[in-house]
């Protein structure tokens, strides 16, 4: 796959997320929900946030993804974490792990660990995250996320670059990424990977198209869900400014 490739699946993933109103469910932290949300909105996604034990059942039921971020712990939301990923896993529902700071507190690496068992099909996470996790024996997508983004999958790999640094400059910009790649994998499961390559290729691209228009990380804020709602090939071809696909499996 080519970048004129990546880009043209990423559209047509954009467009079956929208045609679909897909329903992403989001185990996110406090600081997280309002930019995730409101990311997900942009796309043409549903979101759902709820941690509720008496009504979280039926949320994950209804969704098509799930979200699990580690930020912000509480009891309830531990609770939750493994209620949701169970029931996902268990109903072959595609889900993503986002382990946030596992490598600043041990108990939150302690619970990613343990919700590793649920088979999550891609982990989204910084470098430094990436490297206290004991992956043996994972065999979904790995997706760590940076100036460059690397993704594997047992033999596959791909790297792409695209963004601005504002990104980094917005809070959870990283959970908000994670839950669009939730809504990838909802309506991408012949090729989950690609899938996964191309919700991050979108989400840099409109990182860039934002930084553009922004005159700081204020307005490059509000710019990105601009950006995310007008996506299309041209806009991620013109963005990504380096893609690799190194892929020695693909999708049947």
């Known amino acids: 796959m080519d970048v004129f490739e990546l880009a043209d699946l990423a559209q047509d993933l954009l467009r079956r997320i929208e045609d679909r109103a897909v329903r992403v469910h989001c185990l996110t932290n406090s600081v997280a929900q309002p930019i995730t949300a409101n990311a997900l909105l942009a796309i043409g996604a549903v979101p759902s946030l709820t941690a509720d034990a008496e009504e979280l059942s039926e949320f994950v039921d209804s969704a098509d993804a799930l979200l699990v971020n580690l930020g912000t712990p509480t009891q309830e939301r531990r609770a939750a974490w493994v209620a949701a990923a169970v029931q996902a896993s268990g109903s072959g529902k595609p889900w993503v792990l986002d382990p946030v700071m596992v490598d600043r507190a041990a108990g939150r690496l302690d619970a990613a660990q343990a919700l590793l068992t649920f088979r999550p099909d891609a982990i989204r996470c910084n470098a430094g995250e990436a490297a206290r996790l004991s992956l043996d024996g994972f065999t979904g997508i790995l ?9 594997s999958q047992n033999a596959n790999s791909a790297s792409l670059s695209a963004g601005h640094p504002y990104l980094a400059k917005v809070t959870a910009a990283g959970c908000a990424l994670s839950a669009i790649l939730a809504a990838f994998l909802a309506v991408g499961r012949d090729d989950p990977f690609a899938a996964t390559v191309a919700g991050l290729a979108s989400f840099g691209a409109a990182g860039a198209m934002a930084g553009k228009r ?16 007008t996506l299309d090939a041209a806009a991620i071809r013109e963005t990504v400014t380096a893609f690799t696909d190194d892929r020695k499996e693909t999708a049947q």
């Open 214 to 229: 922004a005159e700081g990380p204020g307005s490059f804020a509000v710019a990105l869900l601009d950006s995310l709602s």
């Open 143 to 151: 997706a760590r996320t940076g100036a460059e983004d690397r993704i």
